[in-house]
């Protein structure tokens, strides 16, 4: 079978390299790519439309006499068309009750870019800044993901390159002294907020990849278990669970052999995209590991 071929030859390119971090960034082939002189023009250009809304989302905020303010406006650079930028404001209570964040989203036709400042009267101080590819879609949004009781900021976006499924989310968690903690990437997340828990499917090809179960700790988040299919019965489609991202050999790791999946997983967002395989593939799989 050509999809059986297919994956002999995937895993065992698999085997012999070893695996990054599934909540990294991959890198991009590009082919026939533009000249330096050229990216650093686009680039300039690019940074000086975003410096001209920046500066004109101020002058709003100064004329501002509200607690709270929320704007759209376009603004455009030499009149070309290929040189505007649309900008939302946010101004308020966005996090907490107890003190304002000034949000600012600014999209060209090439990316966006994302701002978030503390807010004391007339006075911001810059908590975050972020760029993406408009190529990737990115979506953000506010709410309390580990149920602190502080709204946090999620970036939803998805890779503009690579080989299975992909969704990414970018996590910024509200702290008590008004910043964010350190950016936290998940990859095909399902949030279970009120279990305080997050399920989802790793980076793979089905066969191949993991399901996952993370449990917050406060701002961090701890590993609760790894689903994986069993690659050594190839009688019927059965599963390992461990503390480990991946099937191994090693003796040394406790698993836990399950018929089928619990019914906790059966609502995750990419749970058919993990079970799109079948026991010819496990066979094939099973095979390059044992060799």
Not at 118 to 124: K, P
Not at 149 to 173: A, H, M, Q, T
Request: net charge positive.
């Amino acid at each position: 079978m050509i999809r059986t071929a297919y994956l002999l030859i995937f895993v065992a390119c698999c085997i012999s390299c070893k695996q990054k971090k599934q909540t990294k960034h991959f890198k991009i082939k590009v082919i026939n790519s533009p000249s330096k002189a050229r990216i650093d023009s686009t680039n300039k250009k690019q940074d000086s439309l975003f410096h001209t809304a920046l500066n004109h989302v101020f002058t709003l905020i100064k004329a501002n006499s509200k607690n709270t303010f929320n704007k759209s406006f376009s603004t455009t650079q030499d009149n070309h068309l290929d040189h505007n930028v649309k900008v939302e404001i946010k101004l308020g209570y966005l996090f907490s009750q107890r003190y304002k964040n000034l949000l600012i989203k600014s999209a060209s036709n090439l990316e966006t870019r994302i701002y978030i400042y503390s807010s004391d009267g007339t006075d911001f101080n810059q908590l975050m800044t972020k760029k993406y590819s408009n190529y990737s879609f990115p979506i953000f949004s506010i709410k309390d993901i580990n149920a602190d009781g502080l709204k946090d900021f999620l970036v939803n976006w998805y890779p503009e390159s690579g080989c299975c499924r992909r969704n990414i989310y970018d996590l910024y968690l509200s702290k008590a002294n008004k910043t964010f903690s350190k950016e936290i990437t998940l990859v095909n997340p399902t949030f279970y907020s009120k279990e305080k828990v997050i399920r989802g499917v790793t980076y793979d090809h089905p066969g191949l990849a993991s399901l996952y179960k993370f449990k917050w700790n406060k701002l961090n988040l701890d590993t609760v278990e790894y689903i994986y299919p069993n690659l050594k019965d190839t009688l019927q489609l059965s599963f390992i669970k461990s503390s480990q991202e991946r099937y191994s050999s090693s003796k040394s790791r406790k698993l836990v052999q399950l018929k089928s999946l619990t019914k906790e997983y059966h609502a995750v967002s990419e749970i058919d995209y993990f079970k799109s395989y079948d026991l010819e593939d496990i066979k094939a799989i099973s095979k390059n590991y044992n060799n």
